[in-house]
């Protein structure tokens, strides 16, 4: 058989070829043998891809929820004693989701057939994180499958946890704009033209402001169904758009270069890859296939390849923190940070103390520009809606005058 694999060697080369051997089990073996460190394994000709950063991939996904609830129920077995298959067996009978329960079925299936779990795992593409199965792998190597998925599981927490501060954060200011354009839009389609017969009916000369008011309401009443169709098309459209490799890396070049909000998916990125990276040498995967991998588990496209000349930088001999320093994508802190741990040997938990700091400086410069963003909002607001209830007195005033 011949089987297309993607290996590292001794000295941090990383190489796709096209092996031939009995069955996967002696190809491992023999590659095992020849001192190479295997990522992924497929047989020539059966359908699917690997698991390069940057392919086309699986649409489905695992939700993180289900997969924490998951390594938390397969660590606690295997830490109790029993065989991979028996406690993949009980896991899978607890599964309540259909696409998971469908996926690790299958994985069963793989490991009961020879392979790895991590090769099982990975054989899914996209539905996992890319970080996961090579946690798995480094969990194989070393026979600390139950410490390695525990430490997974602590990587994923941390994850969530920052994406849930980040979304609490933005909760309030939602909020308001969207009760801001509610409040917005019933004063133009009902109370607006309501005013607009009333002066019609008084034949009485209107202020400019008066009658670009009354027009602008006029139009968004008669035109309701046509505006509300054009968003919806819109909206539609930019989902679409998004979900192309070109819109995505549109938005991702958007992101970085916006004022205020650009360095803030600048430290996201940069956490997601320290985080990753941190996760992978702990598990004693060697530096740059960690990289690899870390670089794709990066979720910002355009950060992405930023971060990719990294990886030829350190295969080539270079250190890490002078990669990052030359790739542009750290600030003097984060380079020092790694520096030393590079010089003291722990360079794991120095990197994971950098993506604790570069979250703590998120959440900060977040919660500073949504400080400043609600009075700016609320007093927006106020100015709409002043100018809305002067452009309907000022006629009335004048008529009051006349009256008088």
């Known amino acids: 058989m011949q089987f297309l694999c993607r290996v590292g060697t001794s000295d941090g080369r990383i190489l796709e070829d096209v092996f031939e051997a009995a069955d996967e089990a002696t ?3 023999q590659l095992t043998q020849r001192g190479y460190h295997l990522f992924d394994l497929r047989r020539r000709g059966a359908l699917g891809k690997l698991r390069l950063p940057g392919r086309k991939r699986t649409a489905s996904r695992v939700s993180p929820r289900a997969l924490t609830i998951f390594n938390q129920e397969l660590a606690a077995l295997l830490r109790s004693g029993l065989p991979m298959m028996q406690a993949l067996d009980l896991v899978l009978g607890r599964q309540r989701e259909p696409v998971f329960q469908a996926a690790l079925r299958d994985v069963r299936d793989r490991v009961k057939g020879g392979e790895d779990l991590s090769a099982a795992i990975g ?3 996209d539905m996992f994180p890319p970080l996961y199965a090579a946690t798995l792998q480094a969990g194989e190597r070393s026979g600390e499958m139950e410490q390695v998925i525990r430490r997974f599981i602590r990587y994923q927490q941390l994850v969530t946890e920052t994406r849930k501060r980040i979304v609490s954060a933005l909760v309030y200011p939602a909020a308001l704009v969207g009760l801001s354009v509610a409040l917005i839009a019933v004063m133009m389609i009902w109370v607006m033209p309501r005013f607009t017969e009333f002066f019609s009916n008084l034949r009485v000369d209107l202020p400019l402001l008066t009658r670009l008011t009354m027009g602008l309401s006029l139009f968004v ?3 309701f169904g046509y505006l509300i169709t054009f ?3 819109l909206v539609l459209v930019g989902v679409r758009m998004s979900r192309s490799r070109s819109g995505r890396d ?4 958007l992101q970085l270069r916006i004022p205020l909000l650009g360095p803030i998916f600048h430290r996201l990125g940069l956490s997601e890859f320290c985080r990753s990276l941190a996760t992978l040498l702990a598990g004693g995967i060697p530096i740059v296939a960690s990289l690899e991998v870390a670089v794709g588990a990066v979720s910002n496209p355009s950060f992405r390849r930023r971060l990719e000349p990294v990886i030829d930088n350190v295969r080539q001999g270079q250190s890490l923190s002078i990669s990052l320093d030359e790739a542009g994508v750290g600030s ?8 030393v741990g590079e010089a003291t040997g722990s360079l794991d938990s120095m990197l994971s103390d950098v993506s604790d700091f570069l979250d703590e400086e998120v959440e900060t410069n977040l919660q500073r520009i949504l400080s400043l963003l609600e009075p700016v909002m609320l007093v927006l607001m106020g100015i709409i809606v002043a100018t809305l209830l002067i452009s ?13």
């Not at 003097?332 to 520096?339: A, F, G, Q």
């Open 221 to 223: 009443k008669d035109n």
């Open 123 to 125: 054989a899914f593409g």
């Open 27 to 29: 190809l491992r073996q």
């Open 392 to 404: 309907v007195y000022l006629p009335l005033f004048s008529l009051l005058g006349q009256v008088q």
């Open 250 to 253: 549109a938005i991702s070049r």
């Open 332 to 339: 003097d802190i984060v380079i020092d940070m790694v520096e």
């Open 231 to 233: 968003l919806v098309v």
